[in-house]
T-cell receptor, first 112, second 113 residues
Framework: EDQVTQSPEALRLQEGESSSLNCSYT??????LFWYRQDPGKGPEFLFT???AGEEKEKERLKATLTKKESFLHITAPKPEDSATYLC?????????????FGTGTRLKVLA | DTEVTQTPKHLVMGMTNKKSLKCEQH?????MYWYKQKAKKPPELMFV???????INESVPSRFSPECPNSSLLNLHLHALQPEDSALYLC????????????FGQGTRLTVV
């Protein structure tokens, strides 16, 4: 069965303390992996799309990487404003159309 | 412009009411989605319109009814909801199907009393 698993579930960092979030997937024939950031009570904000193993994307303090089994979201020198839930998603073909499978998310808290 | 606009932002309704949620995008996207999200859970797909063809998540109760008047607009009609339907309802769109990134609206916070 296709699955997307994120770890850790929650992460507390001091400001400036770099770390990585993990997104593992078991989807045959991967057709992309997406990262989102979600603030409480708001819709997810698109961050990155990765399509092939070895691909990397960067935006400010965030860097996303992809292997054949997992993706990492590296956060370098985080600031309190980076506190949010980070979600990854992959597309799966089911019932005649593609749907996104979301991981359960990593809740990140960056302390000043 | 990657904006998806949802109205209203907040909605309180009784269990006998009928209401509608609205969503609009002007990015020329051909797929639009309704998601339901409970606290500390990921978004859960309810409905997909891809090239104006509806795909249903069979676990969604019939008290939720989607409508896609045209490729830019998506509605979710609500009738006889239950308190457990209280959640954040999210609309999203993507250029093609789910193999392209989706852009989400800010959501409608629905409370059923």
């Amino acid at each position: 069965e296709d699955q997307v698993t994120q770890s850790p579930e929650a992460l507390r960092l001091q400001e400036g303390e770099s770390s990585s979030l993990n997104c593992s997937y078991t989807v045959s024939g991967l057709r992309g992996l997406f990262w989102y950031r979600q603030d409480p009570g708001k819709g997810p904000e698109f961050l990155f799309t990765l399509y092939s193993a070895g691909e990397e994307k960067e935006k400010e303090r965030l860097k996303a990487t992809l292997t054949k089994k997992e993706s990492f979201l590296h956060i370098t020198a985080p600031k309190p404003e980076d506190s949010a839930t980070y979600l990854c998603a992959v597309p799966r073909f089911s019932s005649g159309t593609y749907k996104y499978i979301f991981g359960t998310g990593t809740r990140l808290k960056v302390l000043a | 412009d990657t904006e998806v606009t949802q109205t209203p932002k907040h909605l309180v309704m009784g269990m006998t009411n009928k209401k509608s949620l609205k969503c609009e995008q002007h990015m020329g996207h051909r797929a639009m989605y309704w998601y339901k999200q409970k606290a500390k859970k990921p978004p859960e797909l309810m409905f997909v319109y891809s090239y104006e063809k509806l795909s249903i998540n069979e676990s969604v109760p019939s008290r939720f009814s989607p409508e896609c008047p045209n490729s830019s607009l998506l509605n979710l009609h609500l009738h006889a909801l239950q308190p457990e339907d209280s959640a954040l309802y999210l609309c999203a769109s993507s250029q093609e199907g789910a193999w392209t990134e989706a852009f989400f609206g800010q959501g409608t916070r629905l409370t059923v009393v």
